[in-house]
């Protein structure tokens, strides 16, 4: 399984962290008719890692309030507002803080429909993929007096971005083509 993100850096850090899918069509997602498909996004950060700043179209999956781009969750449910057409991305960038030294896993999971109306997939490996964390020990540059972020690394989470965003792009267009019933060609 490919990585939806991959960063490092020292702990106190605060990195970006940008995670998202492609619709490869052939059909349009999140219309809100009875016939689209609806994509959901479930991010779960790892446990070395805290959110310090959400999107805010992602909202902590365990606050029944929902408020949106709520920092500190370690999972959010990321929604899209309005539809995603052939070639258009989802992605949601999140900047994160190193808390632990060590290796952490957290994933990105992509649902179909609601809890009630989810479509079932005929791959659910493609559905997941995992964000990787390679923390080191250190301060991350912060100056350590508690009221100034560390130095963020934006070129990290754009890179990430990107190889989330080819990922997802094969995850989407495999679940609009299975919903549609029409079949990849290799």
Not at 42 to 62: H, I, M, Q, W, Y
Not at 89 to 113: C, P
Not at 152 to 166: H, K, N, R, V
Request: glycine fraction near 16%; include cysteine; charge should be negative.
């Amino acid at each position: 399984m490919r990585a939806a993100a991959s960063l490092s850096g020292s702990v106190g850090a605060t990195v970006g962290l940008a995670v998202g899918y492609v619709n490869n069509g052939p059909a349009t997602v999140n219309t809100g008719g009875s016939e689209s498909p609806w994509i959901g996004t479930t991010v779960t950060l790892p446990k070395g890692v805290t959110a310090v700043r959400a999107p805010e179209n992602c909202f902590d999956s365990e606050d029944d309030a929902w408020e949106p781009g709520k920092p500190g969750a370690r999972v959010y449910r990321c929604f899209v507002d309005g539809s995603i057409k052939k070639g258009e991305k989802a992605d949601y960038e999140f900047q994160v803080r190193i808390d632990q030294a060590g290796d952490q896993t957290g994933e990105v999971r992509l649902r179909t429909g609601h809890e009630e109306t989810e479509i079932k997939d005929l791959n659910p490996a493609n559905d997941v993929a995992k964000i990787l964390v390679n923390a080191t020990g250190g301060n991350g540059g912060g100056d350590g007096d508690g009221g100034s972020l560390p130095i963020t690394g934006q070129s990290t989470g754009l890179i990430a971005g990107l190889g989330a965003l080819l990922l997802a792009a094969g995850v989407g267009g495999y679940l609009v083509a299975k919903r549609r019933r029409t079949r990849f060609v290799a």
